[in-house]
């Protein structure tokens, strides 16, 4: 499993967090957390890191 910060960085920037929730299975206030900035991206867990640089993978988002 690969975590690219960078990448989840820029999906919270251009995708609502309800989206990518939904489209994760990811719960919704774990996404609105880490893309407010009220949990830290580094302290998020491996596969949640994974998950959210896959779901960017695939969306195909211009960094």
């Given at each position: 499993m690969k975590v690219d910060t960078e990448k989840i960085k820029v999906l919270f920037e251009k995708e609502?967090?309800?989206r990518i929730a939904k489209d994760t299975g990811l719960a919704v206030s774990v996404v609105q957390r880490l893309?407010?900035?009220e949990?830290?991206?580094e302290n998020a867990s491996i596969?949640?890191?994974a998950i959210l640089t896959e779901?960017?993978?695939n969306?195909?988002?211009k960094y």
């Open positions: 609502n967090p309800y893309a407010k900035g949990r830290k991206l596969r949640v890191g779901y960017a993978n969306r195909r988002l």
